[in-house]
């Protein structure tokens, strides 16, 4: 066996705290500009894996990690709503509830949090996010059907104090504080981070109502390490999050609107705009398009490894998560409480000169309530659920040479899941799932690197929160006996030298048993959460490149084509991104730098994911309140156009201590209400004997428009 054949291996001995319980992969970030990760560059895993730095989170003005991950190589993070802003991360064209979300390799965020999670997750004392994409990117986190998203807590390496305070258009302001402290004898090592932002709503087109709402973020993250002796390390993260949405009615505050409820409601949703034209000016009472969530976010983290006098070594990892959200949705009050408590045992250790095993057991439990006066009065039943899973998984990294890297890996769970209000059987979903995985990592040459993928996921739907909050008016139903699989495959050919890195990706996913909404299951259209008959298939391709042209400068590029089945597309609330282009430049000189971006997403035809049959106007010619022929006017545009936005950011060093930087997201102000369509409009069957249904999410393209900000940093 030649010498550096040993390397792979000693590199997973050496493997970094913040991944020993996910990946035994060390990720290693190679510098561009600035020391800026160059696009099309993967980190020196097994699995494809791209990083952003925390340089990259300060270039992007990332305030929460919805913003540090949007337009990432196949990411997109989808909004599903102008009033309440749900944010859905999408892997690889999976839906959101696909995508893992770990904090230092742990999983810590269920389906209930990733709608209003991701941005209440501030970015201060985030060291690096990584994103590793397809079939088994999680050892711990078989849900994981679209891939993951590890946040990296920053570490302390010295001790040192960094402040940022920035403010611009629309409200924004952001304090972010950072601190990091080391032991003289590097024993105990500490971190600390807050972060306060917040931003008005934003109405492009005057009518009163906003299509993007008020928000306001507050996170006070604490990491502690103690190494106990040689062989033991202990440690410890705490973080707490709070962040509260209003949305809706533009110039009156939470409470007030809230209150206007007790004024009645108006006869019929056409009166909700002047001449019931959702382009005109709001005209109802203010609680009728009213909403507002609060959500509060504890975590706990307890890590303990121990390295064994026979080189293995043993990792204990214990989690909770306390997450809560308190919320009106017009006239709807809902409250819910997810607690999840996590916990994984493993043993690793390198078996001869071309093999490192991994054996673990691990378990989540996963309880959640919820409660309202709206549904208590109406006799509807809520969307609690308990669900559990117990896990033990196998995995070894192979490295005949140097070259090649094979980690194959296996999992068997058994899973239980109880919808506690919805029916008498309890553990509606009791089932073993085996799921088998298998990366390569080839290296051709020096610079040329191929990586493969395949493999099987699953994921337990929990709760019909994952469509519609669990807030519909006639209640909704649960028909779910199976868990959703997944057969995955990847391939990804990389490009690496001195100045320019390149990665062509493809991937292509088939999910069995998708769980979606149809409301002709249940009787008289009752919405019903139900596993698709047919599979769901979609294939993503994309192409990132990045070069160092000199003197500092570096330019970044990728094109991505999501393409998806169309049983597939049926089922999506809000139309996902089909093609996009995204092109950087950034220059780094002795005390200046500045870096662009021109994003540009594909036209699409929105009638493929259900969009028609949607109109701006309802003339209730007759006032009986009900939809009669011809009543539905002005439809919506079904052809959605291809749009593009701009941002720039110029950064100077004062001195040592201190610098400022200028910025603007969205250049040219292109809002989609501002420049064409509303996201608000009627829909509904003439003839019926109902009124038309009003809703909030005819979206395609951006709802905010442009934000020039200032900001000064200093590091201490």
């Known amino acids: 066996m030649p010498r550096k054949a040993l390397i792979p291996l000693l590199t997973a001995l050496a493997v970094t705290p913040e991944l020993a319980a996910e990946e035994l992969d060390t990720v290693q970030v190679h510098g561009g500009a600035g020391g800026e990760h160059r696009a099309g560059e993967q980190a020196a895993t097994i699995q494809q894996t791209e990083v952003i730095t925390a340089e990259r989170l300060r270039r992007k003005q990332a305030n929460t990690l919805a913003d540090a991950v949007e337009n990432e190589p196949g990411v997109h993070v989808n909004n599903e709503c102008s009033m309440c802003a749900i944010k859905r991360v999408m892997l690889n064209g999976l839906k959101g509830e696909h995508t893992t979300i770990l904090v230092d390799g742990v999983p810590m965020h269920s389906v209930v949090s990733s709608y209003y999670g991701m941005d209440a997750v501030t970015a201060a004392g985030i060291e690096r996010v990584e994103i590793a994409r397809g079939a088994g990117a999680s050892l711990i986190a078989p849900e994981a059907i679209g891939g993951t998203i590890n946040v990296i807590t920053k570490r302390a390496e010295r001790d040192g104090v960094s402040v940022d305070l920035s403010g611009g258009e629309h409200g924004y302001r952001r304090v972010s504080l950072e601190g990091t402290a080391v032991a003289d004898d590097g024993a105990t090592r500490a971190t600390i981070a807050g972060q306060f932002d917040e931003q008005d709503r934003f109405d492009a087109d005057d009518n009163g109502v906003a299509e993007n709402p008020a928000r306001d973020n507050r ?15 202990v440690e ?22 809230i209150r206007t409820e007790a004024d009645g409601a108006s006869d019929s949703s056409a009166d909700y705009f002047a001449g019931g034209d959702v382009r005109r000016e709001w005209t109802g009472q203010p609680w009728e398009t009213l909403e507002t969530i609060d959500t509060q976010r504890d975590e706990y983290t307890l890590r303990w490894r121990h390295d064994l006098a026979d080189g293995g070594r043993i990792i204990a990892t214990g989690s909770r998560v306390d997450h809560t959200q308190d919320s009106f949705y017009e006239g709807f009050d809902y409250a819910n409480d997810d607690t999840t408590h996590f916990g994984d045992l493993r043993w690793e250790r390198a078996l001869g000169l071309e093999h490192f095993l991994t054996v673990g057991l691990d378990h989540t439990d996963e309880r959640m309530t919820s409660e309202s006066d709206f ?38 769970d058994r899973i239980r899941t109880d919808w506690t209000e919805k029916t008498a059987e309890g553990d509606e979903i009791d089932t073993e799932v ?26 337990a739907p929990l709760t019909f929160f994952e469509s519609e909050h669990g807030i519909l008016e006639e209640g909704f139903d649960i028909d779910i006996d199976k868990v959703e699989t997944s057969q995955s495959a990847s391939y990804a050919l990389s490009y690496r030298d001195e100045t320019r890195a390149a990665t062509l990706s493809l991937a292509h996913t088939r999910v069995e048993d998708l769980a979606y909404i149809d409301s002709a299951v249940g009787g008289g259209g009752r919405p019903t959460l139900v596993n698709s008959d047919d599979p769901a298939r979609v294939t993503t391709a994309d192409l990132s490149a990045g070069a160092q042209l000199g003197a500092g400068w570096r330019v970044d590029g990728s094109l ?60 209730d010619a007759n006032d009986n309140g009900e939809v009669d022929e011809g009543e539905l006017r002005d439809p919506k545009e079904t052809d959605a156009p291809a749009w593009f936005t701009i941002d720039l950011r110029l950064a100077r060093e004062l001195d040592e201590t201190f ?57 201490f």
């Open 560 to 619: 991505a084509h999501f393409a998806y089945g169309d049983d597939y597309k049926e089922t999506f609330a809000v139309a996902p991104v089909e093609d996009r282009l995204r092109l950087e430049t950034a220059w780094q000189g002795s005390a200046w730098s500045f870096n662009g971006s021109l994003n540009v997403v594909g036209e699409r035809d929105l009638t493929d994911y259900g969009y028609g049959g949607r109109y701006n106007r309802w003339d």
């Open 236 to 257: 410890l993260r705490v973080a707490s999050f709070r962040s509260t949405t209003l949305g809706g009615p533009t110039g009156i505050s939470e409470m007030a609107g």
């Open 219 to 233: 996170s006070l993250t604490t990491h502690l390490a103690r190494d106990l002796d040689a062989n033991d390390t």
């Open 375 to 412: 549904m208590d009065r109406n006799d509807i039943a809520g969307d609690a659920f308990d669900h559990r899973d117990t896990g033990l998984y196998l995995q070894d990294i192979w490295t005949p040479t140097a070259d090649l890297e094979v980690k194959l890996a296996a999992r068997l």
């Open 659 to 715: 610098s400022a930087y200028l910025g603007v997201n969205n250049l040219f102000d292109y809002t989609q209400a501002g420049d064409e369509e509303t996201p608000l409009f009627y829909e509904g069957e003439a003839g019926s004997g109902e009124e038309a249904a009003f809703d909030v999410a005819h979206i395609y393209a951006p709802l905010r428009g442009r934000v020039v900000y200032a900001g000064l940093r200093a590091e």
């Open 434 to 459: 085996f799921a088998p995985r298998a990366h390569v990592r080839w290296r051709h040459t020096d610079h040329w690197t191929s990586r493969f993928g395949a493999g099987r996921g699953y994921r």
